[in-house]
């Protein structure tokens, strides 16, 4: 069963093969008469790691999306849509003149 943990090739479907892994060995203490320590292993075994597992891939893919900048602005803008590079909404609506894109006066 351990093996099936390292041959699965998604990181996702290792943490449910690895939850199934610890159920079966919860069970297995079971069988044994150690119910102590089966209650323990399917609960740490079973739910408490792979959701650590899942936890870490999620904060991982975040952190490198980011990082590479293949990530979202707060705001939900797609990077590349920053809106203080956009020299078209300085002069859209520029209607005082003085010359300046950014709508200050010549006398300002």
Request: glycine share 14%; aromatic share 2%.
């Amino acid at each position: 069963m351990a093996t099936a943990v390292v041959l699965t090739r998604r990181t996702v479907r290792q943490a449910i093969v690895l939850s199934g892994y610890g159920m079966v060995l919860g069970l297995l203490f079971l069988i044994l008469q150690a119910p102590d320590v089966a209650m323990s292993q399917i609960g740490v075994g079973t739910v408490l790691l792979p959701l650590i597992v899942v936890l870490a891939l999620h904060a991982t893919r975040r952190y490198r999306d980011t990082a590479t900048g293949n990530g979202r602005h707060d705001d939900g803008r797609p990077d590349g849509a920053d809106t203080r590079n956009d020299t078209r909404a300085d002069t859209r609506n520029d209607t005082r003149g003085g010359g300046q894109a950014d709508g200050r006066g010549a006398g300002r």
